[in-house]
């Protein structure tokens, strides 16, 4: 859920009489081969007068939910109960195991969407549990989170608290429920080039469970300069970048599992595995690539750290090879929240002449030629010093995240931009929301996938 959704369901679980109140959440999915993600896409609060409420327990009439039950049956969503403890009751007490028992058999039946269905618990701290229901009987959600400003997560029984040997000197750092967090993240890094190799080697030294490594493209002689672990023989080879950065990974032993996708993100299978993660980088230079994460991270809930470099030097001249900026942001991009669009980073014509370029070639260099899209560049210039330092930003951006640790909140640090050639760090808030991308928060799986015919093709059920 969001960090919005998360602070509504607080005010109303915990109106400070010390009863237990309730609300039911209705979510969409992104149904994986590695995990099912159910994402909060409607609240409803269940009215304090039509519950009766103590310090142990709550109750209600089940005609209150019918309306939330036509809506989970019409749209395909899964129906979460959730309730609060006031008195900090960690787990399930027996008056839950009791209503759930006779309540989500009910859902299940009344819906016959074929959708897991489930209960949920708030304590005084914000945390959340829950379970669902299946064929198999009741069993706990693997992860519950929270995206905002600061990254929370929780898992059942409070998780593996045990500490990688590799892991123990930054551990000194950050607190062992940290270093569990990095154990359990899957994280999707979009491009495995320039600012995505550097990204990649820092997630998993630090010990990331789970990398979706994407990138469509092989390794040229002029990538070896900037992607770690690459040579001159995977060049020859013209072996894969995923490949290449993958084997390094499962060389080192860390523990770390990598999913290898070579794929361009507009194919609905990259959709999909990205769509599975908990976190993505967005390691591009293309405007529609661009685009499409901050899309998918909206429709999906997912918090998407995108990085842009950008090196300036005189191209001839009598200063030809003068610097005149190296400069880049790592912009912080949250469901319902600004997009890449807002921040004035590109337009909607800008996206589509960007897809044009990708899909009809041609058409593109016609339309250049004629005067209708300017601003085309060849191969962008790339120092691997360069790239290094905004990966190494970014990835301390994840950080400060899952365990704050700077002097202001992280919601003051919506972008944060580096100069080398002024020797300046800069930041900004960049809170006002997308008029365009705000109705899609937590849609999930639809049909075509984000709501784009390009990605309608070959879909499975």
Request: charged letters at 25%; aromatic letters at 6%.
């Amino acid at each position: 859920m969001t960090d919005d959704q998360h602070r509504r369901l607080n005010t109303h679980l915990f109106p400070g009489d010390g009863k237990e109140a309730v609300a039911v959440l209705l979510c969409a999915h992104r149904r994986g081969n590695r995990r099912h993600r159910l994402l909060v896409r409607y609240i409803n609060e269940i009215p304090h007068a039509q519950c009766e409420r103590t310090a142990v327990s709550v109750t209600w009439q089940t005609d209150v939910i019918e309306d939330s039950l036509a809506r989970a049956e019409a749209e395909g969503l899964s129906f979460i109960k959730i309730h609060s403890h006031p008195n900090g009751y960690p787990a399930f007490s027996a008056i839950d195991d009791q209503s759930d028992g006779l309540l989500l058999p009910m859902v299940r039946d009344s819906t016959e969407i074929g959708a897991p269905h489930g209960s949920a618990v708030m304590l005084p701290s914000g945390e959340v549990f829950g379970r669902v229901l299946t064929p198999d009987g009741l069993i706990p959600i693997e992860c519950i989170n929270v995206v905002g400003d600061d990254l929370r997560f929780w898992y059942p029984a409070g998780g593996d608290k045990s500490v990688p040997s590799f892991a123990a000197s930054h551990a000194q750092i950050f607190d062992d429920g940290t270093i569990e967090r990095l154990r359990r993240l899957s994280v999707a890094v979009v491009g495995c080039s320039g600012t995505g190799s550097p990204v990649i080697e820092q997630l998993f030294r630090l010990g990331v469970g789970e990398i979706v490594l994407v990138d469509d493209d092989h390794i040229e002689d002029r990538n070896v300069n900037r992607i770690l672990n690459s040579t001159m023989d995977d060049a020859a080879k013209k072996r894969p970048k995923p490949d290449v950065i993958g084997d390094a990974i499962d060389r080192a032993g860390l523990g770390t599992r990598v999913i290898r996708v070579t794929g361009n993100l507009w194919s609905p299978h990259v959709v999909r595995e990205v769509a599975q993660c908990d976190v993505v980088f967005g390691c591009m230079d293309t405007i529609d690539g661009r685009y499409l994460l901050n899309t998918l991270a909206t429709f999906y809930l997912q918090p998407y750290f995108d990085i842009g470099v950008r090196l300036d030097a005189v191209r001839e001249g009598a200063n030809k090879g003068k610097i005149r900026e190296v400069c880049g942001t790592i912009h912080y991009l949250l469901p319902g929240k600004s997009s890449l669009m807002m921040r004035g980073l590109f337009t909607m014509k800008q996206v589509a002449d960007a897809g044009l370029r990708r899909t009809d070639p041609a058409a593109h260099a016609q339309q250049t030629k004629d005067g209708y899209i300017a601003g085309v560049q060849g191969h962008r210039p790339a120092v691997i010093s360069v790239n290094m330092y905004a990966a190494s930003l970014a990835v301390n951006e994840l950080l400060a995240r899952l365990h704050p640790f700077r002097e202001e909140s992280n919601g003051e640090y919506g972008a944060v931009t580096f100069s080398l050639a002024s020797m300046e760090l800069m930041y900004e808030r960049h809170n006002e929301p997308c008029e365009m991308l705000g109705p899609h928060v937590g849609k999930g799986d639809m049909r075509p996938l984000l709501r784009l015919i390009e990605l309608s093709e070959k879909q499975k059920p």
